[in-house]
């Protein structure tokens, strides 16, 4: 089947960046004779929607053929009835992206599908490698090297794992069907930093994660077959019932015999801090605890921590709701609104004006100036990156009658970038890299200023603290990082290629070009 292609103008993301950590990918598995299994990646990344909104894509196998569809936006506009109904078969992986190796363009998006084999296979990744320029430099997909003769079509680390895993591949497939199963044996014990995938060939779904498990990945049991997520609350939308964690250091096969595991790495876990603080749905559970109710006993530390007498205590809505309830319960002080957001804010085809721009953060949220004025607000929110949107919205409140603005964030100072699949930018750009907390507060023009300490933060987790990745809090790295100026463009401008960076859609069919 040849694919079909159409081109569109990019969306543009025009609203004003928060201050909280960009999130990194959300990736979905299902395998189910007899399923719609396209609809329910569908609902699947749809549920997983806040983990990635610049692309995302469905991969479906009929058990002779891959089909993909991916395009640029959120899964609603990437996805209606018309293009879900050629994506038929019996097992599936779909994809969000938010760009952590490579710039957000169409031939960025995943699921990432290289044509070798009989059917050829496809990749959806959630995570950052650490070694790419060791790994690329054999591939020669590093700027100014020469490229090999490969179907390379992207400048990410998703699909440099892909270009090495289909390298992996002998010429005659192997008599038991599991090329792509030995081929991963090869290169996952070479691949270092945060790594959580999701891999389709005719006949299998495999989930893997790194032996940290910075990224989370849990295996669910769906009636008629089985499910991978990035969350248990897209099992939950979905119907499907949770059934354990993917290990660290483990790799998942199932397939029309069941399921059965490997082990191709030692686990020493270390599970992203912020998945508590701020990344997983406030529904999901993480190690078996409830992320909302963690959230709620981070704010009810910062009371204790950090009081302060104040008439009303409110949250940067949403992600600073939980924190917020946490702290008036453990004050007193009564619980308020004094922000309303705008839900429907995100990517649109239409820029703001230069003067809706200096309004900045009023696009995305509004005072309540009733609820504000004369009072002294203890205002929460999760965590603050660069600080400009949380400048902003103090300026706000402040205009909206606050007699005084006592800023808590439910997390330590944002210090240190994330090598392992978390958008931050660089340490240059980080509010807290060399300010200190006073600083902070004269730059934010706030009453006073406090942060969670990190002890604290672990505690409300209710989780062993030797289990979590801190290293944007501490600057302890479990994996060593490369130092450069821009890891994320480390792969782009590799080769001159024709303007093909925003076409609508395609299907790929295995065998048959890349995707």
């Not at 609902?43 to 196998?61: D, K, P, Y």
């Not at 760009?99 to 599908?113: D, E, F, I, L, M």
């Not at 599991?178 to 060939?201: I, K, T």
């Not at 600057?475 to 463009?489: F, I, M, T």
Request: aromatic share 8%; hydrophobic share 40%; with cysteine.
């Amino acid at each position: 089947m040849e694919s079909s292609t159409t081109m569109c103008t990019p969306l543009k993301a025009g609203f004003p960046t928060a201050d909280t950590p960009k999130e990194e990918c959300g990736i979905f598995g299902v395998y189910g004779r007899g399923e719609d299994v396209a609809r329910i990646a569908f609902f699947g990344l749809f549920a997983l929607q806040h983990r990635g909104q610049e692309s995302a894509g469905i991969a479906v196998g009929d058990g002779t053929e891959i089909r993909v569809h991916k395009d640029m936006g959120l899964v609603t506009q990437v996805f209606d009835e018309r293009r879900l109904a050629p994506l038929d078969g019996h097992l599936a992986i779909g994809h969000n992206r938010y760009s952590t190796t490579g710039s957000s363009t169409w031939r960025n998006a995943q699921p990432v599908y290289r044509s070798v084999g009989d059917a050829g296979f496809a990749l959806g990744h959630n995570g950052n490698l650490t070694n790419t320029i060791e790994l690329a430099e054999g591939l020669g997909m590093l700027p100014g090297l020469e490229v090999p003769d490969t179907d390379v079509d992207s400048t990410t680390d998703s699909a440099l794992v892909a270009e090495l895993v289909a390298g992996q591949y002998s010429s005659e497939p192997r008599s038991d069907g599991r090329d792509l199963e030995v081929a991963l044996e090869a290169v996952l014990p070479r691949l270092e930093g945060g790594f959580s995938f999701v891999l389709m060939d005719d006949a299998r779904l495999i989930g893997v994660r790194d032996r940290h498990g910075f990224w989370p990945l849990v295996l669910g049991r769906v009636e008629g077959g089985w499910v991978l997520a990035s969350e248990t609350a897209a099992l939950d939308i979905i119907g499907a019932h949770f059934v354990r964690e993917v290990e660290p250091g483990e790799m998942v096969v199932i397939d029309a015999t069941g399921i059965r595991e490997h082990r191709f790495s030692d686990p020493d876990p270390k599970l992203c801090l912020f998945e508590f603080v701020y990344f997983a749905r406030p529904d999901t559970y993480l190690f078996g605890r409830s992320v909302h109710a963690a959230r709620q006993r981070m704010g009810e530390e910062l009371a204790r921590q950090a009081p302060v007498d104040a008439d009303m205590v409110m949250p940067i809505p949403e992600s600073g709701i939980p924190a917020a309830q946490g702290y008036a319960r453990a004050s007193g002080i009564p619980y308020g609104d004094g922000l309303v957001k705008n839900r429907y804010v995100g990517r649109t085809f239409i820029e703001p004006s230069e003067q809706l721009r200096a309004g900045g953060v009023r696009l995305k949220l509004n005072p309540l100036p009733e609820n504000i004025r004369g009072k002294r607000l203890v205002v929460v929110d999760d965590s603050i990156v660069r600080g400009t949107t949380t400048r902003q919205v103090v300026a706000m409140l402040r205009e909206a009658g606050a007699a005084e603005v006592h800023f808590r964030v439910s997390s330590p100072p944002y210090r240190w970038p994330c090598h392992y699949g978390m958008d931050t930018g660089r340490r240059s750009e980080l509010l807290a890299a060399d300010l200190s907390v006073g600083e902070i507060a004269d730059y934010l023009k706030v009453d006073s200023l406090a942060y969670l300490e990190l002890d604290r933060l672990v505690s409300a987790t209710d989780t062993p603290g030797s289990s979590f990745c801190t290293a944007c809090l501490s600057g302890d790295y479990p994996v060593p990082v490369p130092e450069l100026a821009d890891a994320k463009h480390v792969l782009e401008e590799r080769v001159e290629r024709p303007d093909t960076s925003t076409p609508a859609s395609f299907l790929d069919t295995g065998p048959g070009p890349g995707g």
